[in-house]
């Protein structure tokens, strides 16, 4: 049993590395995009590229995804108060988050943490 | 000439709401259906074995013991050999139909990675959904509610309680993933086609995989009572090319 859960994260730890580089080339990529249409248009278009989203997780592999949505919520404040706010490596967790909860609960939360009412550590 | 060529039409579309009088499924546009539909067919199959068999029983029964017949009654009360047989034996085609029954079942919640998440929330009385994999802040989401039309408003050819404002757009041909919730009640969202069915709970988020094989209109309805509206908050999915669903994004992108 161990040895599985180890194995599933070794498989994460992989997949989240791949996921890193593809990421980075990929932004380099639209930041170049971009710096030759800024002046054009003012929100970068969506391609066919762009269509990914939060990955499945090892670690929620239920039909119920709450916790899923709820730690990728802290995992991005955890990563934003360690690395700063604008931190690049947060991004995608903060993308992960965003796909994965409904709009209502990431405003709710917000509004926790504004008040000092949020129960998360970060 | 021609005209043998539009009656053939009706034959060559496929179902993908229902039919009055209907008594089958309708055209499966997922492999999940797809499979749903196979294992009733194989049951049915068997079963249909089992009626005609049980039937068959009956009937000599009831026609050589007739009292007329028969006016001495049997005195056996009991014989083990078959009942060892009659209850091993439909004992053992439970089990034969339950390993294609679960093989089924686990791969229904089977989520393979992703390219898209799609959240419906059910509200009473409509439901809501959310694309929110290309918003850059917390507040720049693709949400819209999506609204039956009622009858004095349909259009020609569209379908009388099924009709939403603003439809489901899905890349066909992706998997897909969909979280589905409530808001204040518990709703259920239902698609027969694309052979899915979840409920929508409050504080839960339930997570179904789709693979929509084919583009369509597919249509459903909440299947869960929640109350006063329940019929009246259809679901309406679109299953479009990839390319089509890109740009029905950037469209709603910049109307945000």
């Known amino acids: ?122 | 000439m021609i005209f043998s060529f539009f009656f053939l039409l009706p034959v060559f579309s496929l179902a993908d709401a229902p039919e009055a009088w209907q008594l089958g499924f309708q055209d499966p546009a997922t492999p999940i259906m797809q499979g749903i539909i196979d294992l009733h067919h194989d049951i049915v199959f068997f079963m249909i074995l089992i009626i005609v068999f049980v039937l068959w029983m009956i009937t000599r029964t009831l026609y050589h013991f007739h009292y007329k017949k028969n006016p001495v009654p049997e005195k056996i009360i009991h014989g083990t050999t078959i009942e060892i047989a009659w209850t091993i034996m439909p004992s053992l085609i439970l089990v034969l139909i339950a390993v294609p029954s679960f093989a089924l079942l686990y791969s229904l919640d089977e989520v393979v990675d992703p390219a898209v998440t799609i959240k419906a929330i059910g509200h009473q009385w409509y439901w809501s959904y959310e694309y929110s994999d290309y918003s850059q802040s917390d507040d720049q989401s693709i949400a819209f509610d999506s609204y039956m039309i009622p009858d004095d408003d349909l259009e020609l050819g569209q379908l009388r309680l099924l009709e939403v404002d603003n439809r489901m757009v899905v890349p066909a041909n992706t998997h897909l993933r969909l979280i589905i919730t409530a808001a204040d009640v518990l709703h259920s969202w239902a698609v027969p086609s694309l052979g899915a069915k979840c409920d929508a709970v409050p504080g839960r988020l339930n997570q179904i995989p789709l693979f929509i094989k084919r583009e369509g209109v597919f249509y459903g309805q909440c299947s869960e009572l929640c109350g006063a509206n329940h019929a009246f908050m259809p679901i309406v999915v679109e299953a479009v090319s990839l390319e089509d669903y890109v740009s029905w994004i950037s469209n709603k992108l910049e109307e945000i």
């Open chain 1, 1 to 122: 049993m161990g040895n599985t859960i180890a194995m599933a994260e070794q498989v994460l730890e992989q997949q989240e590395t791949v996921q890193d580089t593809s990421e980075e080339v990929q932004e380099n990529v639209t930041e170049t995009e971009e710096a030759s249409t800024e002046e054009e248009e003012e929100k970068p278009k969506i391609t066919v590229e762009d269509v990914k989203t939060a990955p499945m997780d090892y670690r929620f592999p239920t039909t119920n995804q709450a916790k899923h949505c709820y730690t990728r919520y802290n995992e991005f404040h955890k990563c934003a108060s360690e690395k700063g706010d604008d931190a690049r490596e947060c991004k995608k967790y903060a993308k992960y988050y965003r796909s994965l909860c409904p709009g209502d609960w990431v405003d709710k939360w917000n509004e926790e943490r504004e008040n000092g009412t949020f129960p998360g550590r970060y």
